[in-house]
């Protein structure tokens, strides 16, 4: 089955903790990016990757990086969690840019 | 900057009611224009997809409209069914990122 999978679906954490949250698709696409959903600030996007090695930043990249070192798999590090990077954060993917994307589950972010 | 209204907020409405769905964004610089369903502590679902050269899409009882001059969508759901409630998200590509409405939630009763 084609899909954007993300692991941990939920993580409860504390102050400083690093954390990796994964993502993976199956797709072959190339283009991949990761989004955090806040009550009234809506979606926003944090990075992108248009290839392998290839990422740069989004409208709210601060405090977080990724790396692309395969096409499959796209993660987000968080290297020290404040608790303003409480929420929902989803990775999606797509063919290329202007492709339809196509989003992971969500995965739900505590910081304590 | 672009930014994507969605109008109204919330919507209540009974089995088998056609209804539609606003969207509007600020700037027509767009790629494509895309339509998610999003229900309650889950992921996005994907709808329908517009390039910014196309007028409209269809699937199933769903039909979404573009007009890129006046930065304006709608989506329209024919026969609505309590299965359809939802949060509805209309996105806009500009660039590289999708630019986000916040939503309309929809709610049908049977």
């Known amino acids: 089955e084609a899909q954007v999978t993300q692991n941990p679906r939920y993580l409860i954490t504390v102050t400083g903790k690093k954390l990796t949250v994964t993502c993976s698709q199956n797709m072959n696409h190339e283009y991949m990016s990761w989004y955090r959903q806040d009550p009234g600030l809506g979606l926003r996007q944090i990075y992108y990757s248009m290839n392998v090695e290839v990422t740069d930043k989004g409208d709210v990249p601060e405090g977080y990086k990724v790396s692309r070192k395969e096409k499959r798999n796209f993660p987000l590090i968080l290297e020290s969690p404040s608790p303003n990077q409480t929420s929902l954060y989803f990775c999606a993917s797509s063919f290329q840019n202007t492709n339809e994307q196509f989003f992971g589950p969500g995965t739900r972010l505590t910081v304590l | 900057k672009q930014e994507v209204t969605q109008i109204p907020a919330a919507l209540s409405v009974p089995e088998g009611e056609n209804l539609v769905l606003n969207c509007s964004f600020t700037d027509s610089a767009i790629y494509n224009l895309q339509w998610f369903r999003q229900d309650p502590g889950k992921g996005l679902t994907s709808l329908l997809l517009?390039?910014?050269?196309?007028r409209e899409q269809t699937s199933g009882r769903l039909n979404a409209s573009l007009d890129k001059s006046s930065g304006r969508s709608t989506l329209y759901i024919a026969a609505s069914q309590p299965g359809d409630s939802a949060t509805y998200l209309c996105a806009v590509r500009p660039r590289t990122a999708l630019i986000f409405g916040k939503g309309t939630t929809l709610s049908v009763s049977s």
């Open positions: 517009i390039q910014s050269s196309q």
